[in-house]
């Protein structure tokens, strides 16, 4: 499996040439094709968020429901990721540790969500528990509101953005091997004690790198906050929705100022992604 | 937004644990054994189950009228269509990225790098903003575009450039890492011996990361088949033109059509999990071949 | 390390609570009488968001102030008229719906969630009023004049997608309904030839937005060449400083928004006497002052009378119950072997 498995090159940039003749042709097609597709969509959106100059931008963005979408984004992201850095870590670990009939299932359990359509992770849980739903019996006896209220929020960011912890840390796991662990039984560790201190440092960056992912989709997220939220303003609207409202209330530097911020945001978190990336593959090399 | 993990594949299902692995003690292995089926059986399954039962409640003859009829076939078709050119498009520039990111050293080339996964980190929604705001009718490139004819938002081609936006890491990602450790002696051998530089790329470079670019392939297509955010804003909602299947399945949500909903997804969702599992299948190949 | 991991968890599970309590918090019942703050959930289509933001809302909130002294508070959500009732249906606790066509409101009280005589309210349960136009750019470059100029080859409509915009239903009952009433050009009382003329209309659409103002929006945005839409749409795009104008065809429907109380929402938040409150405020002179200046035709006649130079006249302006009744509607043009089903199913099939 690429990137992790197979031993990494002594140094690949010892093996990069500069390109000549045709090869330049090639790179200048490469570099033009990325740079229509990618760049100039986000030159697009800086254009579109200061045409009507600082003023208005700012202006929309303090807006107090703008700031509200991106604060509410921003706890659903962080709470999403949080419950999937600690429940993904731990599927990961039965996965690779441990040996049981349907493992295979809960394996392709962990990679359904990457084959779901947002809008159907948002109808699952109408389903489940809107009116006349299999669980809604349930939550109405507890009192907590799902659909329609955060914490249905909550759970479709959970579901779109759950593979990515697990998936990043079952190679790396695979790889680290439980020699260490085994050592540090012996030498009478607790099994808590083993995962505190040998397993997860020794996995840190493929973690990192599954969080920052996790985080990054969460953050992201669309289709299905749009089915179960019933986007009411200054409440259950995320930063993704407010733009997509802002869109139909003629508020266009609205929509591309909190759409901007959302795509600064993902740089930023670009930027962590290929740090952690970078550190996971070096530590394949040691 | 569903980047691929670094290595461009699905989960490959980890070879089965060794007797001696260490393992924590038993009350402690049920734990954690019950806790990872608890998380993924009320996270995945039951919501999976929900949608099934939705969409055969009525039936196998109803499933089949829902998912047959002319808007949802049209859907459909529509949506393995566009992911169809657009993982060729994607296979074929996604190659030439990863060998050019692998094998040459320009300026810039670590800004393009990194550039590659921003389709990973930005928000559909806002890629279809961004998309509409450079190639709608009062954007730059749409202007001069419709001068010439051409429709890009709300017509195919925005489609297919949403697509082509959010998948593009995929293959590069699938393949680069391939191209990175591959064993350059063969090439330079071919070299030596005269082949051009295409010949070698495509006698003795594309052989090799022919599986990368398969898995990369199919991981694209996958994604492409679920997308929803950017092609909402992008398209134009038009049966049989420009509605995708999610955008349909959205429609029928709306619309209080819970079965017809369901029976839709439920073809999507099999079509991109059977992907996902080739993929699997695929990846794991070259492992047991090489060893 | 092992300790800067244990604190990351920690912050996890604490970020993790924030959302839940604060969902869990606002999920709680507004107590109306306990609380000195009343909140009401209002679900309305996408049209008079200006309206109930700008005027009705803090009409509202004013007046009951005077007579209560207590506070009352609105949330709003805005999406199409059948999106809209989708949701209330499926838990979407909404203590008032706004909605565009009486259609969507009976949807709600088929599922008992509504469970009084809404219809029994002043003016058969109707709050705004408007007209069915054909929005243009300024000048009319399109040259558009009437019903019949939509059939133009190469002419490029926009209207949304009646599965989820009430707007749409709206359109398509007036493009009938004229032709029926032989005001598009083709024969009158012939439901195959309006028929024929609904779809030649269709031929010419190819973008079908998901709600009305998503419509207006994208013709906005420089794409089509005539929008069908609601008269208050293009009244509210032109206040907001967009360079459109629209024609009045001859023979056009009348479009009436009913509002009404949800009693299952309304009893479980303890707000009846509040959303009743509403609803009679919604149906007096100064709502009705209030919608006119966004451009809705008022319901109430005395009102309609004083704003009357305002709106230009409609020759030939008719109802749904000149069509047969909504009922009758949903069947002949929306049911499973309606005309417009029809129209559309041929429309797909088309290349």
Known sequence: MADVAGPEAADPRERRTRPRGIELLLVAVVVGYAGILLVGPLLGLVWGALRGGAGPFWRALTHPEALHALKLTLLLGLAATAINAVLGTCAALVLVRDDFRGKRVLNGLVDLPLATSPVIAGFMLILLFGRGGWLTPAVEALGVPIVFAVPGMLLATVFVSLPFVTRELVPVLEQIGTESESVAYTMGASPWTAFWRITLPAARWGLLYGVSLTFARAIGEFGAVLVVSGSIAGLTETATLFVYRALDERNPVGAHAVALVLALFSFVLLLGMEFFRRRRRRSYRS | MTPAAGSASAATAPAPARKDAAVPRPWGRWGLRATAIAYLGLAVALPLAAVVEQGFSAGLREFWRNVTGPAAADALQLTLLMAAIMTAVNVVFGVATAYVLARYEFPGRGLLNGLVDLPFAIPTLVTGLMLVVLYGPAGFLGRWMEGRGIQVIFARPGILLALLFVCYPFVVRSVQPVLLGAERSEEEAAWTLGASRWKTFWRVTLPEILPAVLTGALLCFARALGEFGSIVIVAGNIPGRTLTAPVYIFGEIESQNPRSASAVSIVLLTISFVMLLLVDAYSRRPKAAGG | ?351
Not at chain 3, 152 to 166: A, F, Y
């Open chain 3, 1 to 351: 390390m092992a300790d800067t991991r244990r604190f990351a968890v920690w912050l996890g599970a604490i970020s993790l609570c924030v959302p839940l309590l604060e969902g869990c918090r606002r999920g709680e019942p507004a107590d109306g009488a306990a609380s000195k703050t009343t909140t009401l959930l209002l679900a309305a289509y996408t049209t008079p968001r200006e309206a109930y933001r700008d005027a009705i809302l803090p009409g509202f909130e004013r007046a009951w102030k005077e007579k209560t002294g207590a506070a009352i508070e609105f949330r709003t959500s805005y999406q199409g008229s059948g999106a809209q009732a989708r949701a209330i249906i499926g838990g979407f606790e909404a203590d008032i719906a706004a909605l565009a066509l009486a259609p969507d409101i009976e949807k709600i009280a088929a599922e008992k969630l509504i469970t009084h005589d809404w219809k029994a309210r002043p003016h058969g349960g109707m709050v705004t009023n408007s007209i069915v136009v054909l929005a243009v750019r300024k000048g009319n470059p399109a040259g558009i004049k009437d019903w019949a100029d939509l059939t133009r080859s190469g002419l490029n409509v926009l209207t949304p997608d009646p599965k989820t915009s009430g707007g749409a239903m709206w359109n398509i009952n007036a493009i009938y309904g004229a032709a029926l009433r032989g005001h598009t050009g083709v024969a009158a009382n012939d439901p195959a030839a309006a028929a024929g003329f609904l779809a030649g209309v269709f031929k010419n659409v190819s973008i079908m937005d998901k709600g009305a103002r998503e419509s207006i929006t994208t013709f906005e945005k420089g794409v089509g060449d005539v929008a069908i839409t609601y008269e208050n749409e293009v009244l509210t795009a032109q206040a907001a400083g967009e360079a459109l104008e629209y024609v009045v065809p001859k023979s056009t429907i009348l479009i009436q928004n009913p509002a009404a109380l949800v009693d299952t929402y309304v009893e479980k938040h303890g707000t009846r006497n509040a959303a009743a409150a509403f609803l009679d405020f919604l149906a007096s002179p100064d709502a009705q002052h209030g919608f006119a200046k966004f451009g809705f035709r008022p319901v109430d006649p005395q009102v309609a009378k004083e704003v009357e130079t305002k709106f230009p006249p409609v020759e030939d302006l008719w109802t749904i119950d000149d069509l047969g009744g909504w009922p009758k509607v949903l069947e002949e043009i929306y049911g499973p072997q309606g005309v417009w089903t029809k129209v559309f199913a041929d429309k797909s099939a088309a290349p």
